[in-house]
């Protein structure tokens, strides 16, 4: 192919890539709230007021607007550029690695997925059905169309991520979500979905670590708030001589916050070590009229005897980006990190 035209694809790739991204910023927005994609016309969330075709050039239009809406003068989440700049690159590259081939096809479904649904993570913790039934859906398609990697090695791939996300969903390091993606990526990557695996724990390793390090002023802060609270609920349940773990006797109350609802699951009660019942109705109202600042977290109550031992709060934190980062990078690159690595053993 004649470099000039070569140049060309790969311009409009960027281009339909960068259209494609202002698109998904509607999805993002509108698919978790229910609403149409289709028939309601794009509008400033503000004002209301309808956008001109000359507000929605991808990328050069928040730029030339400098994060403005013309016409209430609203700032705009400098996110919805960041989208589309991304998606561009991603499809500029997905032609620059595969050319005009049928993974350039799948390329273009599978990165598209993968940013809606690590926006739509980031937002409300969770990765929405019908992105991984794509990816399992592209998965399944590859192994009638990509013949050079056997239908067994994918198949033997899911069955060990099937096993190690379990047991990281048991211990709680990850979800639910998260599982069910990297499921339909096995189908899709085989082998190489370990290497999606690695760059995912890595960095979100290192999130972790920074988050961690960022939230432990505030978490120490909600901790104490919700000793507070739960101290003096308890105090009520000894003085009323029901509903507090008897004498030598230790419990744990467990709890989380979802979408700023504070929320406790009574079933992990151990109930022998109790004197009657807890007062479950009122410890969950206080929490919900007063833990009212926190979006995602948990928390547990260790009670020993007659008092609160200790109450440990800890924000929630995604996974999904960095693993829709590790699918990407191995779906784009993992042929050649693979032989890398393989070379390195020789």
Not at 6 to 15: E, G, P, S
Not at 160 to 189: K, N, R
Not at 237 to 247: H, I, K, N, R, S
Request: with cysteine; proline share 3%; charged share 20%.
């Amino acid at each position: 192919m004649p470099i000039g035209l070569h140049i060309f694809y790969a311009v409009l790739a960027f281009v339909l890539g960068s259209v494609i991204g202002s698109f998904l910023n509607v999805v993002i927005l509108r698919t978790p709230l229910h609403q149409s994609i289709v028939t309601e016309p794009s509008h400033c969330f503000s004002c209301g007021h309808r956008l001109a075709w000359y507000d929605m050039f991808p990328i050069f239009s928040w730029i030339f607007l400098r994060g403005k809406c013309r016409y209430c003068g609203s700032k705009i989440s400098p996110r919805y550029m960041i989208i589309e700049a991304t998606t561009a690159v991603l499809y500029c590259l997905s032609y620059l690695i595969f050319g005009l081939k049928l993974e350039l096809a799948f390329s273009a479904v599978l990165m598209a997925v993968l940013i809606v649904l690590s926006a739509i993570d980031i937002d409300r913790f969770e990765i929405p059905y019908w992105c991984s039934i794509t990816v399992a859906v592209l998965g399944v398609a590859a192994i009638f169309v990509f013949k050079e990697t056997p239908w067994y090695e994918r198949l033997i791939a899911m069955g060990i991520i099937l096993v190690v996300f379990v047991l990281l969903v048991l211990v709680g390091g990850m979800g639910g979500g998260d599982l069910q993606l990297m499921l339909g990526a096995s189908l899709l990557l085989g082998y190489k979905v370990f290497i999606a695996l690695f760059i995912g724990v890595f960095f979100g390793a290192i999130y972790g670590t920074l988050k961690k390090f960022h939230d432990r002023e505030a978490e120490k802060e909600v901790s104490e708030k919700i000793k507070g609270l739960v101290e003096e609920w308890y105090q009520n349940q000894v003085d009323l001589g029901c509903g507090y773990v008897t004498e030598g006797n230790e419990d744990t109350i467990v709890g989380s916050i979802s979408e700023g609802d504070p929320d406790i699951e009574w079933e992990f009660l151990e109930e022998k070590v109790w004197k009657g019942l807890p007062e479950k109705a009122a410890l969950s109202k206080t929490l919900r009229e007063n833990v009212t600042d926190e979006r995602e977290g948990g928390f547990k109550i260790i009670i020993k005897g007659d008092k609160i031992e200790r109450v440990k709060y800890s924000r929630r934190m995604v996974f999904g980006p960095f693993l829709g980062l590790g699918i990407a990078a191995s779906w784009l690159v993992g042929t050649q990190i693979l032989g890398w690595y393989l070379s390195l053993m020789h």
